[in-house]
T-cell receptor
Protein backbone atom coordinates (compact mmCIF):
# COMPACT_ATOMS: atom_id res chain seq x y z
CA UNK A 1 0.00 0.00 0.00
CA UNK A 2 0.92 3.63 -0.08
CA UNK A 3 2.67 5.08 2.96
CA UNK A 4 5.03 7.93 3.70
CA UNK A 5 6.91 8.19 6.99
CA UNK A 6 8.80 11.08 8.54
CA UNK A 7 10.42 11.78 11.86
CA UNK A 8 8.21 14.07 13.92
CA UNK A 9 10.55 16.69 15.29
CA UNK A 10 13.87 18.36 14.55
CA UNK A 11 15.55 21.14 16.50
CA UNK A 12 18.52 23.09 15.16
CA UNK A 13 20.36 26.31 15.91
CA UNK A 14 20.10 29.28 13.60
CA UNK A 15 22.81 29.11 10.95
CA UNK A 16 23.15 25.33 11.11
CA UNK A 17 21.97 22.96 8.37
CA UNK A 18 18.73 21.03 8.84
CA UNK A 19 18.13 17.64 7.32
CA UNK A 20 14.60 16.28 7.23
CA UNK A 21 14.16 12.66 6.20
CA UNK A 22 11.32 10.78 4.61
CA UNK A 23 10.71 7.21 3.46
CA UNK A 24 8.03 6.12 1.04
CA UNK A 25 6.70 2.82 -0.22
CA UNK A 26 5.37 3.36 -3.72
CA UNK A 27 8.21 2.59 -6.12
CA UNK A 28 6.16 3.88 -9.05
CA UNK A 29 5.97 7.44 -7.72
CA UNK A 30 6.84 9.91 -10.46
CA UNK A 31 7.33 12.99 -8.32
CA UNK A 32 8.20 13.55 -4.68
CA UNK A 33 7.45 16.83 -2.99
CA UNK A 34 8.28 18.92 0.00
CA UNK A 35 5.62 21.24 1.36
CA UNK A 36 5.97 23.76 4.17
CA UNK A 37 3.16 24.64 6.56
CA UNK A 38 3.45 27.58 8.91
CA UNK A 39 1.13 27.81 11.92
CA UNK A 40 -2.47 28.33 10.84
CA UNK A 41 -1.52 28.52 7.19
CA UNK A 42 -1.91 26.37 4.11
CA UNK A 43 0.56 24.15 2.31
CA UNK A 44 3.32 25.95 0.46
CA UNK A 45 5.14 23.97 -2.22
CA UNK A 46 8.85 24.25 -1.51
CA UNK A 47 10.41 21.98 -4.06
CA UNK A 48 9.97 18.69 -5.84
CA UNK A 49 12.12 16.07 -7.52
CA UNK A 50 11.39 13.79 -10.40
CA UNK A 51 11.94 10.14 -9.63
CA UNK A 52 14.74 9.72 -12.20
CA UNK A 53 16.87 12.34 -10.46
CA UNK A 54 19.22 11.82 -7.53
CA UNK A 55 19.57 15.39 -6.41
CA UNK A 56 18.04 18.78 -6.91
CA UNK A 57 19.35 22.06 -5.54
CA UNK A 58 17.32 25.22 -5.24
CA UNK A 59 19.08 28.05 -3.39
CA UNK A 60 19.29 26.95 0.26
CA UNK A 61 17.35 23.75 -0.39
CA UNK A 62 18.88 20.46 -1.48
CA UNK A 63 16.75 17.40 -2.13
CA UNK A 64 18.38 13.99 -2.23
CA UNK A 65 16.58 10.93 -3.52
CA UNK A 66 17.74 7.37 -2.98
CA UNK A 67 15.31 5.42 -5.09
CA UNK A 68 16.75 2.04 -4.13
CA UNK A 69 16.07 2.67 -0.44
CA UNK A 70 12.97 4.79 -1.14
CA UNK A 71 14.48 7.56 0.94
CA UNK A 72 14.07 11.27 0.39
CA UNK A 73 15.72 14.07 2.31
CA UNK A 74 15.48 17.84 2.41
CA UNK A 75 18.52 19.79 3.49
CA UNK A 76 18.10 23.44 4.43
CA UNK A 77 21.39 25.30 4.54
CA UNK A 78 21.94 28.23 6.91
CA UNK A 79 18.63 27.60 8.67
CA UNK A 80 16.83 30.75 9.80
CA UNK A 81 14.17 31.29 12.46
CA UNK A 82 11.73 31.94 9.63
CA UNK A 83 12.23 28.34 8.54
CA UNK A 84 10.44 27.14 11.68
CA UNK A 85 7.41 25.26 10.39
CA UNK A 86 6.07 21.80 9.67
CA UNK A 87 7.59 20.15 6.61
CA UNK A 88 5.61 17.52 4.74
CA UNK A 89 7.02 15.01 2.35
CA UNK A 90 4.54 13.79 -0.27
CA UNK A 91 4.57 11.35 -3.14
CA UNK A 92 2.33 11.45 -6.16
CA UNK A 93 0.43 8.24 -6.43
CA UNK A 94 -1.37 7.01 -9.45
CA UNK A 95 -1.21 8.29 -12.96
CA UNK A 96 -3.45 9.94 -15.45
CA UNK A 97 -6.44 11.70 -14.03
CA UNK A 98 -5.86 11.01 -10.35
CA UNK A 99 -2.31 11.82 -9.28
CA UNK A 100 -3.36 12.18 -5.66
CA UNK A 101 -0.68 13.06 -3.13
CA UNK A 102 0.14 10.83 -0.19
CA UNK A 103 1.60 12.83 2.69
CA UNK A 104 3.84 11.96 5.56
CA UNK A 105 2.83 13.03 9.03
CA UNK A 106 5.07 16.09 8.91
CA UNK A 107 8.30 17.06 10.64
CA UNK A 108 8.18 20.03 12.98
CA UNK A 109 11.36 22.06 12.54
CA UNK A 110 12.26 24.25 15.49
CA UNK A 111 15.01 26.79 14.87
CA UNK A 112 16.59 28.24 17.99
CA UNK A 113 18.24 31.68 17.80
CA UNK B 1 1.08 34.90 -9.20
CA UNK B 2 -2.14 32.90 -9.57
CA UNK B 3 -3.26 31.10 -6.46
CA UNK B 4 -5.97 28.79 -5.19
CA UNK B 5 -8.43 30.57 -2.91
CA UNK B 6 -10.84 29.10 -0.39
CA UNK B 7 -13.82 30.48 1.53
CA UNK B 8 -14.64 30.72 4.33
CA UNK B 9 -11.38 30.57 6.24
CA UNK B 10 -13.24 29.24 9.29
CA UNK B 11 -16.68 27.61 9.48
CA UNK B 12 -18.41 26.66 12.71
CA UNK B 13 -21.47 24.47 12.47
CA UNK B 14 -23.71 22.30 14.59
CA UNK B 15 -23.60 18.53 14.26
CA UNK B 16 -26.09 17.33 11.65
CA UNK B 17 -26.00 20.54 9.63
CA UNK B 18 -24.94 20.77 6.02
CA UNK B 19 -21.86 22.76 5.07
CA UNK B 20 -20.46 23.83 1.74
CA UNK B 21 -16.80 24.67 1.44
CA UNK B 22 -15.80 26.72 -1.55
CA UNK B 23 -12.67 26.84 -3.63
CA UNK B 24 -11.58 28.80 -6.67
CA UNK B 25 -8.81 26.85 -8.40
CA UNK B 26 -6.18 28.44 -10.61
CA UNK B 27 -7.93 29.43 -13.81
CA UNK B 28 -6.17 27.25 -16.39
CA UNK B 29 -6.07 24.18 -14.17
CA UNK B 30 -8.11 21.13 -15.05
CA UNK B 31 -7.67 18.76 -12.11
CA UNK B 32 -9.10 19.50 -8.70
CA UNK B 33 -8.68 17.90 -5.31
CA UNK B 34 -9.89 18.04 -1.74
CA UNK B 35 -7.75 16.98 1.18
CA UNK B 36 -8.33 17.22 4.89
CA UNK B 37 -6.07 17.47 7.91
CA UNK B 38 -7.41 16.59 11.32
CA UNK B 39 -5.55 18.58 13.96
CA UNK B 40 -2.09 17.13 14.54
CA UNK B 41 -2.50 14.43 11.90
CA UNK B 42 -1.50 13.77 8.31
CA UNK B 43 -2.98 15.51 5.32
CA UNK B 44 -5.35 12.94 3.81
CA UNK B 45 -6.66 12.69 0.26
CA UNK B 46 -10.44 12.88 -0.08
CA UNK B 47 -11.32 13.16 -3.75
CA UNK B 48 -10.03 14.08 -7.19
CA UNK B 49 -12.16 15.62 -9.92
CA UNK B 50 -11.61 15.97 -13.65
CA UNK B 51 -13.83 16.68 -16.63
CA UNK B 52 -16.83 17.24 -14.37
CA UNK B 53 -16.65 13.93 -12.64
CA UNK B 54 -14.95 12.24 -9.72
CA UNK B 55 -11.85 10.40 -10.88
CA UNK B 56 -10.92 8.90 -7.51
CA UNK B 57 -12.17 9.04 -3.94
CA UNK B 58 -10.88 7.71 -0.66
CA UNK B 59 -12.64 5.64 1.98
CA UNK B 60 -13.26 8.84 3.92
CA UNK B 61 -15.34 10.26 1.07
CA UNK B 62 -18.59 8.46 1.84
CA UNK B 63 -22.17 9.29 0.87
CA UNK B 64 -22.20 12.31 3.17
CA UNK B 65 -19.68 14.05 0.92
CA UNK B 66 -20.16 15.43 -2.55
CA UNK B 67 -18.25 17.72 -4.89
CA UNK B 68 -19.41 19.99 -7.62
CA UNK B 69 -18.10 22.45 -10.13
CA UNK B 70 -21.23 24.56 -10.52
CA UNK B 71 -19.68 27.10 -12.90
CA UNK B 72 -16.40 27.75 -14.65
CA UNK B 73 -14.56 28.90 -11.56
CA UNK B 74 -15.84 27.39 -8.31
CA UNK B 75 -15.21 23.93 -6.92
CA UNK B 76 -17.23 22.99 -3.86
CA UNK B 77 -17.20 20.29 -1.19
CA UNK B 78 -20.50 19.60 0.53
CA UNK B 79 -20.91 17.65 3.72
CA UNK B 80 -24.60 16.79 4.08
CA UNK B 81 -24.87 15.99 7.78
CA UNK B 82 -21.76 16.95 9.66
CA UNK B 83 -20.34 14.82 12.46
CA UNK B 84 -17.97 15.82 15.23
CA UNK B 85 -15.19 13.86 13.54
CA UNK B 86 -15.53 16.01 10.40
CA UNK B 87 -13.80 18.81 12.30
CA UNK B 88 -10.59 19.42 10.38
CA UNK B 89 -8.79 21.73 8.03
CA UNK B 90 -9.96 21.16 4.47
CA UNK B 91 -7.58 21.98 1.64
CA UNK B 92 -8.46 22.42 -1.99
CA UNK B 93 -5.77 21.86 -4.61
CA UNK B 94 -5.53 22.08 -8.36
CA UNK B 95 -3.09 21.15 -11.08
CA UNK B 96 -2.82 22.22 -14.65
CA UNK B 97 -2.90 19.27 -16.97
CA UNK B 98 -0.36 16.49 -16.98
CA UNK B 99 0.20 14.10 -14.12
CA UNK B 100 3.68 15.60 -13.97
CA UNK B 101 2.35 19.07 -13.14
CA UNK B 102 2.49 20.01 -9.49
CA UNK B 103 -0.52 20.55 -7.26
CA UNK B 104 -1.07 23.96 -5.74
CA UNK B 105 -2.94 24.21 -2.47
CA UNK B 106 -5.31 26.79 -1.11
CA UNK B 107 -4.98 28.22 2.40
CA UNK B 108 -7.61 25.87 3.78
CA UNK B 109 -10.95 26.13 5.54
CA UNK B 110 -11.02 25.21 9.20
CA UNK B 111 -14.28 23.39 9.90
CA UNK B 112 -15.39 23.10 13.51
CA UNK B 113 -18.39 20.88 14.24
CA UNK B 114 -19.97 21.41 17.66
Amino acid sequence: GEDVEQSLFLSVREGDSSVINCTYTDSSSTYLYWYKQEPGAGLQLLTYIFSNMDMKQDQRLTVLLNKKDKHLSLRIADTQTGDSAIYFCAESYGSGNTGKLIFGQGTTLQVKP
Amino acid sequence: EPEVTQTPSHQVTQMGQEVILRCVPISNHLYFYWYRQILGQKVEFLVSFYNNEISEKSEIFDDQFSVERPDGSNFTLKIRSTKLEDSAMYFCASRRLASTDTQYFGPGTRLTVL
